[in-house]
């Protein structure tokens, strides 16, 4: 069974910096393409990054290019997304998702990790 | 900027057939944009239903089903049941590494 499990938000400062983690289970991590999606309070979603089975090669949206990373460990069986110069705009629910056979969606969703940036 | 374009809202009567579009802001929409399209209840996390324009996920009902009408990417309920009443949103890759969701269309059942 599939399983894609955030962790990592919280509150944080404007300004300030986090690191979400996605725990993987259920499938064979070096396989996949993962992907970040967020959604802010009350509103639709946005996809944010992706990254290639072998870690080699990432995108990001550009609406947080410069400030986010995304990074993977094939031994911890996890993903990241490092966030910097974070503001209240980046408040809101952050998803973990595997990236599907062909490449072109998204096929399985973790919970979500809630973030706050207030002061 | 590449905005993708969704209905805000829609209503249908139980057992109805509604249809939810996918457009963009400039251009049309086809197979090379690979539309999926997602279900997500409120404090949910999303549901993928349909990717490659019109192949139904794993558990998906076959209620549910997607094509390019036009112009734009489409998703189809045929006999809208209860339990459909969501937010459903597409994603289109619009090249260079990048993907889009639309805004989403809030779907009411009643």
């Known amino acids: 069974q599939v399983q894609l499990v955030e962790s990592g938000g919280g509150l944080v400062k404007p300004g300030g910096s986090l690191r979400l983690s996605c725990s993987v289970s259920?499938?064979?991590?070096?396989?996949?393409?993962m992907s970040w999606v967020r959604q802010a309070p009350g509103k639709g979603l946005e996809w944010l990054a992706y990254?290639?089975?072998?870690?080699?090669?990432?995108y990001i949206a550009d609406s947080v290019r410069g400030r986010f990373a995304i990074s993977r460990d094939t031994a911890k069986q996890s993903l990241s997304l490092q966030m910097t110069s974070l503001t209240p705009d980046d408040t809101g629910v952050y998803y973990c998702?595997?990236?599907?056979?062909?490449?072109?969606?998204?096929?399985?969703w973790g919970q979500g990790t809630p973030v706050t940036v207030s002061s | 900027q590449t905005v993708v374009t969704q209905e805000s809202s829609f209503s249908v009567s139980p057992g109805g057939t509604v249809t939810f579009t996918c457009g963009l802001s400039s251009g049309s929409v086809s197979t090379s944009y690979y539309p999926s399209w997602y279900q997500q209840t409120p404090g949910q996390a999303p549901r993928t239903l349909i990717h490659s324009t019109n192949s139904r996920s794993s558990g998906v009902p076959d209620r549910f089903s997607a094509s390019i009408l036009g112009n734009k990417a489409a998703l189809t309920i045929t006999g809208a049941q209860a339990e459909d009443e969501s937010d459903y949103y597409c994603l289109l890759y619009v090249g260079s590494g990048i993907w889009v969701f639309g805004g989403g269309t809030k779907l009411t059942v009643l």
């Open positions: 998702a595997r990236v599907g056979n062909g490449f072109n969606h998204l096929d399985s």
């Open positions: 990254i290639r089975s072998s870690g080699a090669t990432m």
């Open positions: 259920g499938f064979t991590f070096n396989d996949f393409y």
